[in-house]
């Protein structure tokens, strides 16, 4: 029986570690052939080499998304590798600064926006360019978060990116919906990740508050999210465009 993905080229950004790693596991197990884009040498090629020993298919592509030549080559990668691209999962993403906004230094802010926003929106622009190019349908998702559809107290930055992903998103969509190409977001509640890790460390939040934010009374999984992305690249979301799917456990429904 045919995977959900069989045999289309898709490329993970932020593919090393997280949603990244578990999406890639999961789509290789579901028959796609996959270019990992991480700037974390170390754990990307870890997982391009999980998924080959696996009998699946995989090439890693140390890739910093939010510069263009690396983006181009990254594309590139899958032509060359594949003949083609298919589809692409924009994951790749920094928490940032979490504070308050007088305590935010314009830096911080700025560096947030350019991986989280600017990042996206050179893959989905490269992205469209290549489908346009083979004049084919594609499939795009790419990482917003809850983040990205309410506000959180000290999250300016981070919120006002992913804010901008739901809104690129959206713009996109209806930009190539007549050309086949689809392009929807994933909205990620609190999930247990190393980003989510990092968060707390840093502003010294326990996970028992965070699980106590959640209506399911747990956090996310990893794997939870990813199998939310292969829905919306596989053909089976052929109708779903232009969409911010949260995937929170209930979390914007209070």
Not at 87 to 110: C, H, L, P
């Amino acid at each position: 029986m045919a995977g959900l993905l069989q045999d289309k080229a898709i490329i993970i950004t932020g593919g090393s570690t997280g949603i990244g790693r578990a999406t890639a596991l999961r789509a290789a197990q579901e028959g796609a052939k996959l270019i990992i884009a991480d700037v974390n040498v170390q754990d990307g090629e870890a997982v391009a080499a999980e998924i080959k020993a696996a009998g699946g298919v995989a090439q890693f592509v140390r890739t910093d998304v939010t510069v263009t030549a690396q983006v181009q080559a990254m594309i590139a990668a899958s032509v060359s590798a594949y003949g083609r691209l298919d589809g692409a999962f924009n994951n790749a993403g920094i928490e940032g600064k979490f504070t308050s906004i007088t305590k935010m230094t314009e830096e911080e802010y700025d560096r947030t926006q350019l991986v989280d926003l600017k990042g996206v929106w050179l893959c989905v622009k490269y992205q469209i360019e290549q489908f346009l190019k083979q004049g084919s349908a594609g499939s795009i998702v790419s990482t917003a978060s809850v983040a990205g559809l309410i506000g959180t107290r000290g999250g300016t930055a981070y919120c006002a990116a992913k804010h901008g992903v739901v809104g690129l998103t959206k713009c996109a969509a209806l930009e190539v919906a007549r050309k086949g190409i689809r392009v929807n977001a994933v909205c990620p509640g609190i999930i247990q990740t190393p980003m989510v890790d990092r968060m707390m460390a840093g502003t010294g939040i326990v996970p028992q508050s965070l699980i106590d934010q959640e209506p399911v009374g747990r956090l996310g999984q990893p794997r939870e999210i990813g199998e939310a992305v292969l829905w919306l690249l596989s053909d089976h979301a052929s109708f779903v465009t232009g969409i911010a799917m949260p995937v929170d456990g209930g979390y914007v429904a209070q």
